[in-house]
């Protein structure tokens, strides 16, 4: 209990005044999803791109800036965070300018989420509710409707990802039971006949995808489209969001 | 016995083209072959066939046949054994044009506008060949603007990848740089198929012009074939095949370049004698590659382009050192 008492005291000590700078995409999510504008030195231009970032008319009150390394020493910057994009060597190069590095591996299940969550919200000592909501989704009656979700470049979540969670917690089926994010094919997702295929409907692959004449003429599934912004980045919001889009489109 | 020989090879091109067709609409990730004969499933096995691998099979065999004509017709022309529709930059032209549809986010809503700017991008670039080459003409003049244009078009190419803001449309455009013939469509094959068949037939007339061309400059030009004309001839219909395979397909290499070599081997150095062979045995690379493509041995569908120069280099490579007696200076 002291251990953990003095843990996060350590915690508070060091990042409550900490000024804290984004270095991707994915780091910016968290930090929308905590932090205050006045916390934040700067995210990253992409935050405010609609397409890619599911806070980005929020991210509209933070100031923006190219995460370089001139920029993150100029601007007195204490911590960074980064998904694991960021690299090794420009890491390297600012721990030792005295620049703490968080870096936030690839996030596979719930479990791995709520971690974060609760790591991040105690560097950013923020009060947002969402890890009680992230802590709420459970599963619902057991499967009994397929789906299949395509994303950027056409591949699809299989097993070990978390949007493959987010879909048997919105009460489907994934027909992609392999590890991994993987390519499925259009002769592939034929055959398998999902009743449902959510698809990000951004980007040419999958648009010509789903409107391929072998679909209408074979298949029988509800093609959804889905925002890609919900799962570029895995962030507690975008996540229990999406699973509340994917239950809708079964209503 | 050289038309014998010549006629034997077509035979046989042709068999293993026909073996190629037959193969790529029966090899892929789902085994529709035990369907076919099923009256329960052979619905689902027939729309695969028609609707899926039928397109991208006649795509294939458009796209290998008028790169490895044109492969044939520049070398030809040019007298040049690395000359290729490359070389005179009309299929970065074509990459060019279809890359700032997809940077533009127009194409995300309207596909078919990808080719139609491919189309576009290798007429722009044929346009400016042709104004150029109209004042300043000669062979050599030919390959260095041709040079200079494919690394102008790449270069633009590389600034739109480079400047682009989202980095999925970056994605999108690298995976669409390495050429692929899946989830095309029969539209696909309608939309390119005119031009590629106006484009076959001008260069088709060029044949004779090549083979008095093969003599030298002066002989051709004292058999009443313009060196200038002959010329005007190849850069349309190049700019018609090419322009429309790359729309469609992306960006396929070292088809152009290895076919005619390979050809010529067997069917000898006339130019004429070369332009059926390299249609057949261009079919027969690109066919062959996108079998490759979708194999079930990969988790993911490999590139086209990517194939086809996995394959080519290192049997040009081969070529080159079996055959270096052949080729002097080499």
Redesign the interface.
Known sequence: MARFLLFNLLIISNFSLAKIASFDLCADQWLLSFAEPGQVAFLTPLSQDPSVSYFHSKAKNYRIQSPNIETLLSENVTVVLATNYINKSVQHLLEKQGIKVIVIPPIKNLNQLLFWANRIKKITLSKSEIILKLQSVKEDTPPTETALYIGIGGSSPGTETLVDQAINLAGFRNINTSKGWRYMGIESIITQNPDYIFTTGVGTKNYAFVNHPAYDKLTKSTIMPIAQNHTVCACPQSFVDFIKVLKNAKK | MQKNKYQKSIFILFSMMFVCFIGSLLI???NIFPSLFDSKSN??AF??LS??RLPRTLLALLVGASLGLSGAILQGFLRNPLAESGIVGISSGAALGSVLC?SLGV???F?FL?PLFGMAGATITAGFLYIILKKYFNVYTVILVGIAINSLASSLTSVILNIS?????A??II??LLGSL??R??DHVILCLPFIIVGWGILWHTRQGLDALSLGEETAQSLGYSVKNTYQKIIVGVALCIGASVAVSGIIGFVGLVVPHILRLWVGQKPSNLLVPSMLGGGIIVLSSDIIT?LPLW???LKLGVVTSLIGAPFFIHLIFKYRKKYAGI
Not at chain 2, 165 to 169: A, E, M, R
């Open positions: 892929g990730k789902v619905e689902m729309i695969i609707e899926i997809i194409s995300a809503h596909s990808i803001k989202n980095p999925y449309s994605l999108e995976f669409w899946e989830g469509t029969m979708r988790d993911t569908e």
